[in-house]
């Protein structure tokens, strides 16, 4: 969102290491609930350094949200499932998207960018952009000439992810059985538009 400036390597290594601990914290315990000073005790560095590299708390999380999207959304990103047909390659498309999904650590990631929303809420918008737009995108180029294609993406993937990943925040998680004939119901819904 904003530009971060140029750093040294040992600079980089010290943003990197907030980053980390600011993420580790703000899963915890959200946004709220931490304060500079705590990341900074507990990666070193000075709350200077967070405010110069980061504008504040707030651009910190902003940063965070950036880099736990790039942690989720990199294997889906990577994924090529080769010359296959769509219904094949949405199927794999949407394992590995369901996989990263219902990790414990992107729902806790979830209910932090929920939690914040209230206090905080350009960042709805921001990771919209980064997470699941950026994953409607990626699926969709794996839907070579097909008309439409973003569209078709934005249905399967908001068709696949909502009721397994609300129900694991709720605590009610989907059995891998479930998870899976979810996956290959949305699966058939669009290929049958294809």
């Known amino acids: 969102m904003t530009e971060r400036p140029t750093l040294t390597a040992r600079g980089l290594a010290r943003q990197q290491a907030l980053m980390l601990e600011a993420a580790e914290l703000f899963l915890s315990r959200g946004f709220a609930a931490v304060t500079v000073d705590e ?26 949200v ?8 990199s294997p889906l990103e990577q994924l090529a ?5 769509s219904g094949t390659a949405l199927a794999a498309l949407g394992r590995t ?8 650590r992107h729902i806790a990631f979830q209910r932090m960018i929920i939690a914040s929303s209230d206090q905080f809420p350009q960042l709805m918008e921001h990771w919209y952009a980064v997470g699941p737009r950026r994953s409607q995108a990626i699926i969709a ?3 070579p000439g097909v008309d439409d294609a973003p569209r078709l993406a934005m249905l399967f993937h908001d068709m696949l992810v909502t009721e397994p990943v ?13 998870t899976e004939a979810h996956l290959l119901d949305a699966v058939r819904t669009i290929a049958g538009r294809l």
Do not use: W
């Open 39 to 64: 990341i900074v005790a507990a990666a070193g560095g000075s709350k200077t350094n967070v405010y110069k590299q980061f504008g504040g708390k707030e651009g910190l999380f902003i940063a965070v």
């Open 66 to 73: 950036e880099r736990l999207s790039e942690e989720f959304l």
């Open 81 to 85: 499932p080769g010359p296959v047909d």
């Open 97 to 104: 998207l369901l996989h990263q999904l219902l990790a414990p």
């Open 141 to 143: 180029r794996h839907l």
């Open 166 to 178: 609300l129900r694991a925040m709720m605590g009610r998680p989907c059995s891998a059985a479930e």
